[in-house]
C-alpha cells in the first residue's frame, strides 16, 4: 500500500509539471514590451519582453501587445490577428535597409492587425541605407493605422510610408497618422501606395485626418493595376511631393477616389491626376472631390485621357496652381 501510496505521489507531482509547462509555454491575450525588458521573459506585465518580434510569439491570435515604457522595440513580421499599442509612451521601430512592420498572413485573407500610437522611423535623413517601407501589407484581412507617425522610408525603389499590396480583398484604415518625407523614384513608391498584387486583391480604404507630406514621388497613389480600389480621403493634407499630390491609375480594374474636406496644395506636378492606363480597355480612374482645397501646385487637376474623369460637387476650391486645369463633371449635391 505504500508502494502504491508513493507512486500515486508521484504521478502528481509530474502531472502538475506537465500542466505547469503547458502554463509556461500558454500564449497570453495581452502582453507587454519595455524598454528594459528581455525576449527571454513571459512578456508580462511583471516581466515584459524586450522587442515586438520577441513578443508576438507569446501572444495570442487576436491578442494585444502594450507598449509598457518608452523604447525602441525593432522590425517585426506578423502573420495572425494582433493590436500593437502604445498609448502615452514613445513606442518607436528603427530601421535600415529594411522594412518596419510586415504583415503576411501567407494569402489566407484573415488576419486584422491594429497598430496605434506608433513611430516608425526609416532613417532616410542620415543614413545610404535607408528602410524601405514603413507598413509593409501583403496579405490580410484589415489594417488599421492609428495615431502613427511614419518618416523618411526612402529607398528609390521601394520607398513608402505604407505599402498596401494584398493578394485577396482587405481594408486599409488610417486614422490621425502623420506621413513625412517617404517615397523613392520607382513606381513602387509614395508617401501611401495602394496596389493589389492580384485580380482577387480588391482594396476598400478610409483614409481620415492624415497628413502625407514631403516626398520625392506622390503622396497618395491608387493603382488599380491587377485588383480594384475604393478610396476616400477625408479631413487630410498632402503636400509637398516631386510628383503628385493623389493619383488614381485604372489598369486591369476600377479606381475610385472621393475626396472630401481635404487640401492638396504645393506638388511639383499635379495636384489630382486621373491616369488611363497605356493598356487602355474599360476600367476608369475617377476622382470625386467636395468641400476640398487644391492650390499651390503645378498643374491643379488633371484628367490624363479617355476613361478617367475628375468630377466635382462644385463647392471647392480649385486656386493659385500654375495652371488650374478643370474638372470633366459638375454634380449635383442630394
Known sequence: MKI??????????????????????????R????????????????APCKTFQGT??????????????????????????????NIGAIGSVLVVGTNGIIVNDGGAGTAVVTLRGLSLEGMGLSTSSPGLRGVNFLSGKELIVERCDIGNFVDAGNGAGISFTPSTAAKLVVRDTTLHNNGGSGSATAGILVRPSSAGGTVQATLSDVRVVDGSSSGIVADGANG?????????????????????????????????????????????????????????????MTDSTITGNATGVQNGGTGSSIASFGNNNLYGNTFDGSVDTHLTQQ
Request: net charge positive.
Open 4 to 29: 502504491l501510496a508513493k507512486f500515486g505521489m508521484l504521478c502528481a507531482l509530474v502531472m502538475l509539471g506537465l500542466l505547469g509547462m503547458g502554463q509556461a509555454h500558454a500564449q497570453a491575450t
Open 31 to 46: 502582453t507587454w514590451v519595455s524598454g528594459v525588458g528581455d525576449d527571454a521573459n513571459p512578456c508580462s506585465r511583471t
Open 56 to 85: 508576438i510569439s507569446k501572444t495570442a491570435a487576436g491578442g494585444v501587445i502594450d507598449v509598457l515604457d518608452p523604447g525602441g522595440f525593432g522590425a517585426m513580421t506578423i502573420t495572425k490577428s494582433i493590436t500593437i499599442e
Open 228 to 288: 480594384a480600389i475604393t478610396m476616400l480621403i477625408r479631413n487630410s493634407a498632402i503636400s509637398g511631393f516631386a510628383a503628385n499630390g493623389v493619383l488614381a491609375m485604372g489598369g486591369a480594374a476600377a479606381v475610385s477616389i472621393t475626396l472630401v474636406g481635404s487640401t492638396v496644395s504645393g506638388n511639383t506636378q499635379a495636384g489630382l491626376l486621373a491616369q488611363p492606363s497605356s493598356m487602355r480597355g474599360a476600367p476608369l480612374a475617377q476622382i470625386r
